[in-house]
Each structure stands twice: as structure tokens, then as C-alpha cells.
């Protein structure tokens, strides 16, 4: 029998005989990580989508006059990554026209089932926002286009051309309303993966009060992340100016979340450290052995004081905008993979303990699989040819007639 659970991985051969039940016991339906690489994927991008709609939100509803430049593009960015969220639940389910089920035969008490339900009101809630947003642009557009083109102009912007000073500030009105809505509803949308998770009392790592708050947090961090990035990427590549004012105060809007998220994370570990409770042996046994070099090294160190360094250096001392830019840009880069890499240490890593709490098991993502690493890639890709296409119907960059 040791024989046999020593070839087959559930224990180490090098224990003794005596030891090696009692010391490294893993369950035969622990040994796959049911939850996978695409749910690893999923909250991560759903918290892209809150980070860029929190940088809109700055400006249309707290009137950062400073973020204007980047505000419908986050709009924008925020819808592309939206579109494909339900994507990797889709590609992880094993018979994916099954969701359908959450629609025929609804059930009130189910979180999962909830998601959909609030995904859906996520939605239209974005579109209409950008659809008024982008209004004055539209009808300019649509008296420019001919065709199939001029026809899809002439539809999104409800056949309207009012653009008297009433429509504008009616306009107005109606997308602080919006935004002001869509607030509490991308809290819920990426909270509610941090309390599904949270939900889950027979993984310790995840049986926290703390998760939604961590995974929130760490969504804003994400997203404004990803607006730097792409904002200072794109504007290069056309050989546009970057407005330094509108990267500095991203920072620090980046700089106050990331703390804050930071501060969360911690605050989970020592917790479980303090406490001690009945699990904290498998906890602490996973976090400084099979988790060590992902969360202490990568997540820890290199993902979170790196970055955090380099903000203080950023707020402290003057430097010239190509410098600040470029700082900007790579410690903006470091924190999109730090929550990558957190979404990792809690989606897989928290499934690597036994339920017997006695051993661990691995993981080893695959090339070519459903949810294998080719997979992601591809995942990841789409939303950006999506962003693509929204920018040749909705100019990133023009200017319109919006106060």
C-alpha cells in the first residue's frame, strides 16, 4: 500500500514507512485542480473591466478634469474586456450552452447563477454610457459616413442630431446618472467573485471576510494598471503627445488603491498567522512551501515593494515627463502581472491543499488545452481586436463638444 501511494505521488518515498500516511496524505480527487487556468483568467478580467470604469468614473461623476484624456477610452477598454468575460466560465464548463439554464430556470438563492443577472446590467448600463458619451461625436460622424456605416451612426445615436445646449446638458445629466449607478454595480460584479471564493469554507486560504475586499481592490489596481499601459502604448505608437498631468494623477489614484490592496493582502496573512486555527498548519505549510516562490518572491517582493518603491520615488522627487512617463509605464506593466500572479497564488494555490489536510499536491498548466497556457493567450488577445474595432467606430481620441 506505501509502495503504491508513494508511485503514485500522494506521498514523498523518502519518508519512513510510519510517517509517510500520517505526513503527506492526499486524497485521490485532490489530485487535479478542478478550478483551473480560465478561472484564474476570469476574475482577472472582470477586474480590468473595474479598474478602467473607476478612471471614467473620476471624470464624469467627480469631475477629475485631469483624466479627460484617457476617460472614453476607459469607457472603451472597459467594454472590450466586458464583452469576452464570460468567455473562460464558457471554455472551463464542460457542456457550455448550459448557462442557459441560469435564464430558463432561474434560482434566486444561487451566487453563481447571480452573476449573470448582474453581467447582464453591467452591460447595458457600460453601453448606454458610452453610447450618450459619445454622442456629439457620433452625430458628426454619421453626417460624414455613407453606407452600412453611415446606417450603424445613424442607429446607436437613436436618430437624434440635437445637439442644442439643453440636449448636451440633458445628456450630461443622464450619464452622471449612469455612472453613478455603475459604480456600486462593477463593485458588485468583481466582488462578488472575491465572496464566491470567500464562500468556500473547505479552502482555508479562501474562507476569508477579506476576500472580496482583496480581490476589489486588487481589480482597481488591475484596471488603472492596464489604462496607463495601453493609454502611453498607443499614444507612442501614433506619435501623439502624453498628457503628463493626466499620467500623474493616474498614478496616484494607482498609488492609493495599490496600498490599500496591499495593506488587505497582508493583513490576510497575518491573520491567519495570529489566529492559528485548526487549518493554520496546512495554510502556513503551503505559503512557505509550495506557494513560496509564486507569493513571498513574485507576489511579494518583486509584484508588490518593487512597485511600491518606485511610486514613493515617482511622488517624492521631480523628474522630466519622458522619465515620469516611463516609470509610469513599467511600474504600471509589474502590477498587471502581480495580479495576475494573485489571482494564481488564490484560484490554483488554494486547491493545492489536501482535504485531509496532511499533504499537497501540483500543478502543471499544459500548452495545449482548453484551459492550457495557449488558451489564455488567446483569450487575452481577444478583447484588444475587439478595442480595435470599437476604435475605428468610436475615435479613441477626438475631440467633441462634452464639458
Known sequence: ??????????????????????????????????????????????????????????????DVKSLRPVARFSLLFALAFLAIATLPLLLHLGHPERNLNMLLTPNPSSAMAGFGYIYAVSMGVLVFIILFVYRPVLVELRSTSKGWLQMLYRAITFDSIDLSDDALKLDAKIIRFLVAIGIPIAAILHGYVGFIFGGVKAVPTWSTPLMPVIFLFSACVSGISAIILAYIIIRKFKSLSIDNGCIITMIKTLTGFF??????????????????????????????????????????????????????????????????????????????????????????????????????????????????????????AVPFAILFVLGKIFPFWADDKEG
Open 259 to 380: 496600498i490599500l490592496a496591499f495593506s488587505f493582502e497582508m493583513l490576510e496573512v497575518f491573520s491567519h498567522s495570529y489566529l492559528k486555527s485548526g487549518y493554520h498548519h496546512m495554510v502556513e505549510g503551503l505559503l512557505n512551501g509550495v506557494l513560496a516562490n509564486s507569493f513571498w518572491f513574485w507576489q511579494v517582493k518583486i509584484g508588490s515593494v518593487l512597485p511600491l518603491l518606485v511610486l514613493g520615488v515617482m511622488g517624492i522627487f521631480k523628474m522630466r515627463s519622458y522619465v515620469y512617463n516611463f516609470l509610469a509605464a513599467g511600474v504600471s506593466a509589474i502590477l498587471l502581472v502581480q495580479v495576475l500572479i494573485m489571482r494564481w497564488n488564490v484560484v490554483i494555490g488554494g486547491q493545492l491543499m489536501s482535504k485531509s489536510a496532511r499533504g499537497y499536491t501540483e500543478f502543471h498548466p499544459l500548452w495545449f488545452d482548453k484551459e492550457g497556457i495557449i488558451a489564455v493567450i488567446v483569450v487575452m
Open 1 to 62: 500500500m506505501n509502495t503504491l501511494l508513494a508511485s503514485t505521488g500522494m506521498v514523498s518515498d523518502s519518508m519512513g514507512p510510519a510517517n509517510m500516511l500520517l505526513s503527506n496524505f492526499v486524497f485521490p480527487n485532490d489530485f487535479h485542480v478542478h478550478w483551473s487556468m480560465m478561472i484564474v483568467l476570469y476574475p482577472y478580467i472582470t477586474g480590468l473591466v473595474d479598474g478602467a470604469f473607476i478612471i471614467a468614473a473620476l471624470y464624469y461623476l467627480f
